[in-house]
């Protein structure tokens, strides 16, 4: 059996608005496994985000415990958990978040200044990353010479640069066509088949869902369903 990368309990999560307290989780649990291709649904304002940025070790739950490879997140300093977010996990936006003045090379190497790694080291996983997303003959182009679909996955390939064991997509595919849509999900879907990577994904779209192996739906802070194979939302 796969080893739980993800396992969170009874999570809650509440934000303090002036007088006004947000329930943004309301008792949540579920587990990842190693491998897995998980895609979480819901309606704005369901809690998915929440629990999004809980996961990518960006917020903390209010109650309740995440363990992220076993390892207990709130008892993690920031430094931790910043090497946390930048070795093990690789993370992907609907908005790109590319530096336009910056070579599509250059972004990908990004995250590896941040870890410290020898110039040499970040050209060599630059390049192996491009060209594991089809664009090894773009890493001297700027992000605005490129297409939306272009530049996601560039995005990818700089979620890939330092090896991640997780990726956390957050409505990946919202700003494409549907077309670039299918190429994008089909790169995410070889990742997690060839490469064992494991994948959590929002999306509100059926479609997109359909390339996960498991939904997780959200409503009112709470999940109301689990379970499934993508491709049964698509029938």
Avoid: W
């Avoid at 080893?3 to 303090?16: C, F, G, L, S």
């Amino acid at each position: 059996m796969s080893p739980t990368v993800i396992r969170i309990e009874d999570a809650h999560k509440v934000y303090n608005t002036g007088e006004v307290e947000v329930h943004a989780l309301r008792g949540v649990s579920f587990e990842v496994k190693k491998g897995e291709f998980v895609a979480v649904m819901g309606p704005s304002g369901s809690g998915k985000s929440t629990m999004m940025n809980i996961i990518g070790c960006l917020d903390r739950v209010t109650n309740g415990s995440y363990l992220l490879d076993g390892i207990d997140v709130a008892t993690l300093s920031k430094d931790q958990l910043a090497d946390i977010r930048n070795q093990k996990i690789g993370f992907v936006f609907q908005s790109f978040n590319l530096i336009s003045r910056t070579s599509v090379l250059d972004n990908v190497m990004l995250p590896m200044v941040y870890a410290g790694l020898p110039v040499p080291e970040r050209q060599r996983r630059a390049r192996l990353a491009l060209a594991s997303v089809g664009l090894a003959e773009k890493e001297r182009s700027l992000p605005n010479q490129l297409s939306g679909g272009q530049q996601q996955r560039v995005a990818l390939a700089r979620a890939l640069a330092n090896e991640p064991s997780l990726i956390l997509a957050d409505e990946p595919t919202g700003a494409l066509d549907t077309r670039t849509s299918e190429e994008v999900m089909n790169i995410f879907q070889g990742l997690n088949r060839e490469n064992g990577i494991t994948i959590v994904l929002i999306t509100h779209e059926p479609d997109i869902a359909a390339y996960a192996d498991r939904i997780v739906r959200f409503r009112d802070g709470r999940i109301c369903e689990e379970g499934g194979r993508g491709e049964e939302l698509a029938s």
